[in-house]
């Protein structure tokens, strides 16, 4: 196993993967940027070096940074996390250049899973159905306009270099493709370098289910089954499960779709964690969207039913052990919900809401996890993702998870910055949730009905009497000479002489 | 003591007397009980109405956590109240703002252009996320304050339409 390892993230899974290596003793090195000195990672980890200013293209995004820091701290691997240089086939090159490893499948697997294009023709190949549409990126206008008239509006514009809903437009109708085709290019460009934009028929209110794989380096390749993120707002996931409730009406359909995960991911000599995406019509028939070469946001669902540690796993592997699970040693046991805890206004459209965490206080207990990047004083930046934590839940069936889950949610404050939390109770709630039935239209449909619960008059009075008495201490307390000393002691002190 | 209060749009009044409270909603809804209070943190209170315990957490803007709900309550003296409101948006000059902080990416209007209602004006961007603010209403473009890659904070004028 690895002596030293660096953490090339940031956020709640840069502390995720901090955890893991002190698990496994193994020293830990973080990488920040200016914004990012005083986070968490780097407080946990052991080690830290700093990789350049706040913009992720001058720190984050920096290969020779990032490879010159693991250098200098001695580190024998690299774990990527998601996002960032994760899916960098490049990266994971000039780390084997530099004889570091990268946790990772090879960067060969990653090229030609990359693609969004090139992993559909590996599909067909492999004999894993496909959702119709262009097999390789749009030539111009012309070619997507005969495209779309031959499929049928609606249609999807996606990035080739793709993910997290990035450069992905739905196209109704032919007067709006144009400008669909011009936004999801320049988004594109400006998310992954590479404006390459392909064209699908919309598979209408599909659920999406992913399947996660696990494979070494001496051939063993196994799958630890599904998880729903059906729950998406702007094409990313917001709520993710593991079983999917569609598996209890169709019991076979796991290992359906898993043999079919594995096959894509064998003709692309796959290793290490990675997941293969799935939309899933309301015939329960499944279509292969895409590969993701990397661990998913959403893990901690499946290492919640499965009892596995992917990152162990990927840790190990990377280290050239032998996979020892076998397919038949993986079981799934009771029901695992994820939320992404985001800095967003559900109230207006999702918009990112960056600021200082101002009162933070965190859910625990049975069943909980929480995986946050987070602290009271934080400064969330507005130069990244809002991600600021997950917040899962295990329960022995689906509707304790789900109880479970907003019971923690209604632990949580997180004051200051405009957050999704309030926002998942509601969802929470709805009968159609409750019922597991899920579409990635779900959220559409929720805004069209919402009505915002009332949380009663003692709520209202207890918080009225809260403001009141607050307001009259402070009144009291300001018209007294500033103690400014800063301790609780004396802090106490004088609010007895207040008394 | 007595205040009025608005809580989620609606308003009414609490009045403190002693150890008791009682609050009036304008739609008729009313409670009355004993009450406790503890100051639990620089914005937390535990409150206990009749031995029902409530924590609280006032954030900024008059946002409240109740229990895992958010409220938006205000409470003011009566005897502070000032009659009318805050002046309403001008007739015709309407300012657009920056609904979050952010980078400008895009500038798609210049002063003096005309614009119809819903055209987009300025493209921010944060947290990899592109917002197109649109213009509220059809006009004249009287002022470009926006230039592009420019750090903007929620709430600054970025275009004035008139």
């Known amino acids: 196993m690895f002596k030293k390892v660096l953490v090339a993230n940031r956020g709640e899974i840069a502390v995720r993967l901090v955890r893991a290596l002190r698990e496994l003793d193994i020293t830990s090195v973080a990488i920040y940027s200016d914004a990012d000195r005083g986070s968490l990672a780097v407080r946990l980890a052991d080690e830290a070096a700093h990789v350049g200013p706040t913009p992720s293209s001058q720190s984050y995004l920096r290969i020779e940074r990032i490879l010159e820091a693991a250098k200098r701290h001695g580190a024998e691997a690299i774990h990527p996390g998601y996002g960032f240089l994760s899916e960098n086939a490049r990266f994971a090159e000039a780390c084997r250049a530099e004889g570091i490893v990268f946790i990772g499948p090879p960067p060969e697997a990653i090229r030609s899973l990359g693609s969004k294009t090139a992993a559909r023709q590996l599909a067909i190949a492999a004999g894993t159905p496909i959702v119709p549409g262009t097999g390789s990126a749009l030539s111009g206008w012309e070619e997507a306009r005969s495209t779309a008239r031959k499929l049928g509006y609606p249609v999807l514009l996606k990035a080739s270099a793709g993910g997290g809903g990035k450069g992905m437009r739905r196209v109704d109708r032919e007067s709006e493709l144009q400008a669909a085709l011009r936004d999801a290019a320049s988004e594109a460009g400006r998310a992954f370098g590479d404006n390459e934009v392909y064209l699908e028929k919309l598979v209408e209110e599909p659920r999406h289910i992913e399947i996660q794989i696990l494979g070494d380096h001496h051939g063993n390749l196994i799958h630890l089954g599904e998880r729903e993120c059906s729950i998406q707002r702007r094409h990313q996931k917001v709520i993710e499960e593991c079983p999917s409730p569609l598996m209890a009406t169709h019991p076979d359909l796991r290992e359906r779709m898993g043999q079919a995960a594995l096959k894509v991911a064998r003709a692309a000599g796959y290793a290490n964690a990675g997941t293969v995406e799935f939309l899933v019509d309301r015939d329960a028939n499944f279509y292969f969207l895409e590969v993701n070469t990397r661990l998913q946001v959403e893990h901690p669902v499946t290492e919640l039913v499965t009892g596995l540690d992917l990152v162990e796993w990927q840790l190990r592997i990377g280290a050239g052990e032998r996979l020892t699970l076998r397919q038949q040693d993986i079981s799934w046991r009771g029901s695992a919900i994820e939320c992404r805890i985001y800095a967003e206004d559900p109230d207006h459209d999702f918009l990112p809401a960056p600021g200082k965490i101002a009162r933070l206080s965190e859910p625990s207990g049975p069943g909980v996890r929480l995986d946050s990047g987070i602290f009271e004083g934080w400064n969330v930046p507005l130069d990244y993702d809002p991600l600021l934590a997950k917040l899962a839940a295990w329960g022995p069936s689906r509707d304790a998870a789900i109880r479970r889950l907003d019971r923690a949610l209604a632990e949580y404050v997180l004051m200051g910055v405009r957050n999704n939390i309030t926002f998942f109770r509601e969802v929470l709630a709805q009968p159609e949730f409750r019922a597991g039935k899920l579409s990635t239209s779900f959220l559409d449909r929720f805004f069209a009905r919402r009505s915002k619960p009332e949380p009663g008059p003692d709520a209202e009075a207890a918080a009225a009497l809260a403001l009141v008495l607050a307001a009259k201490k402070n009144e009291t307390t300001d018209s007294l000479p500033r103690a400014g000393s800063g301790s609780r002691w004396l802090e106490s002190g004088r609010e007895d002489l207040l008394r | ?162």
């Open chain 2, 1 to 162: 003591m007595k205040r009025q209060v608005t809580a989620n749009g609606r308003s009414g009044q609490i009045e403190i007397a002693g150890s008791r409270v009682r609050y009036a909603r304008e739609d008729g809804v009313e409670i009355e009980s004993g009450y406790s209070m503890l100051q639990t943190g620089p914005t937390e209170f535990s409150i206990l109405l009749d031995g029902r315990s409530y924590r609280v957490n006032a954030g900024e803007g008059g946002q409240v956590w109740v229990n895992g709900s958010l409220l938006t309550v205000e409470v003011f003296d009566p005897r502070d109240l000032r009659p009318g409101g805050h002046g309403s948006a001008t007739q015709g000059r309407q300012q657009v703002t920056a609904l979050m902080p952010g980078k400008v990416i895009r500038v798609l209007v210049a002063a003096g252009d005309p614009v119809e209602e819903g055209q987009g004006l300025i493209v921010v961007e944060a947290m990899k996320m592109q917002n197109e603010m649109k213009s509220p209403k059809s006009g004249r473009v009287a002022e470009v304050r926006a230039r592009p890659d420019a750090t903007v904070a929620a709430g600054e004028v970025l275009v004035v339409i008139e």
